[in-house]
């Protein structure tokens, strides 16, 4: 990492598991950011259930 502090993003489920095993490349965000770096992803307890659905995969069959 740089010597800058790192920023955080925290995802629903399943969105953390497609990052990291499904090829999601792209994180839709409402806001936008001039920010290029280091970035942590964090993957809390809540889960979006639409998106539950809508996740290509199996991605839906965690818990």
């Known amino acids: 990492m740089t010597g800058q502090k790192p920023k955080a993003l925290n995802l629903q489920k399943p969105w953390g598991w ?3 095993y499904g090829g ?3 994180e839709n ?3 936008s950011t001039d ?3 280091d ?3 964090h ?3 809540a889960q ?3 998106g539950l659905h809508s996740a290509p995969g199996g ?4 818990g």
């Open 24 to 26: 999601k490349d792209v």
């Open 39 to 41: 970035l942590l992803a």
């Open 59 to 62: 991605m839906g069959r965690s």
């Open 18 to 20: 497609a990052i990291v």
């Open 35 to 37: 920010y290029r770096g």
């Open 48 to 50: 979006d259930r639409d």
């Open 29 to 31: 965000r409402s806001w």
């Open 43 to 45: 993957q809390g307890k």
